[in-house]
């Protein structure tokens, strides 16, 4: 990956969001075909991904030695936030797939791939942990490095396990009611992240204009409470928010170090 730059200010780069198939299709409106809609909600996660690690990379060379502090925890939470997700379809979403379509193995791929960037992903967060006891010797552009290390896989991943989603239709929806499988699992997916922490990381880097709005009532929350909960539980830790790619408002923002 090239130098950082200014650009305009916002973590639409350098790693491309993905486009979902609902878009795509152009099916804009309910009811969407189940497994459109699933491999659609998983672009939005995996973009919540994207816009995270954009943030990261494009501010860590760039910050305050003051600020050192706040955006390792930062970053760390985009750490947490990618392995629960990961953790979430291993340990609950892949093998409720494999038991309803009868095929041992079936999403082992996207297993694999997890695996083909674990190693270098736990170079990113072990050099995160003990730079914390001394923050001041932080560098970005070495961060920036682990992130190349681990970016090619990852990006990889993002992409092919939406396809290997949409894949799935060949089953039909009576056989795996795919919609029915992952929608509570996802409603339960946060509970396992820190409320102040990994969670509020979640929402601050989630665009609700995304795709012209399509999706702005995901996660599937009242907005009022969505907003209050954010604000509540963002007043701790506090500092480490001004580096998300979004405002409190669910819209991308100009990043912190650029203003």
């Known amino acids: 990956m090239t130098e950082t730059t200014k650009g305009n200010g916002i973590a639409n780069s350098p ?6 198939p609902a878009h795509a299709q152009n099916a ?3 009811p969407r075909d189940q497994f459109v809609r699933v491999a659609s909600l998983m672009v939005l996660a995996h973009n919540m991904i994207i816009r995270g690690l954009n943030s990261i990379y494009l501010q860590g060379p760039l910050v305050r030695p003051e600020d050192n502090n706040d955006f390792i925890h930062y970053a760390l939470c985009w750490y947490q936030a990618l392995d629960a997700h990961h953790q979430t379809e291993e340990e609950l979403f892949f093998p409720q797939i494999e038991a309803r379509t009868g095929e041992k193995g079936i999403m ?3 297993i694999e791939q997890h695996n083909s960037f674990l190693a270098p ?3 990113y967060k072990s050099y995160l942990i003990s730079i914390s006891a001394t923050p001041q010797k932080f560098s970005g552009k070495h ?7 681990f970016a090619p896989p990852l990006f990889v991943h993002l992409g092919e396990e939406i396809s290997s989603l949409l894949e799935l239709s060949r089953f039909g929806a009576d056989k795996l009611p795919l919609a029915d499988i ?4 996802a409603r339960k997916s946060g509970s396992g992240l820190s409320k102040t922490g990994a969670f509020v990381f979640f929402f601050l880097n989630t665009d609700h204009d995304f795709e012209d709005g ?3 009532r995901w996660p599937p929350i009242p907005v009022p409470v969505r907003a209050v909960l954010i604000r509540v539980l963002g007043r701790w830790n506090k500092g480490w928010w001004r580096f998300a790619s979004c405002g409190y408002n669910g819209k991308m923002k100009r990043l912190h170090v650029y203003n």
């Open 143 to 149: 961060l920036n490095t682990l992130i190349d290390n």
């Open 15 to 20: 790693f491309k969001f993905i486009e979902t």
């Open 28 to 30: 804009k409106k309910e």
């Open 108 to 110: 082992d791929k996207n």
């Open 182 to 185: 992952w929608e509570p699992i």
């Open 214 to 216: 399509l999706w702005s």
């Open 121 to 123: 992903l736990e170079a």
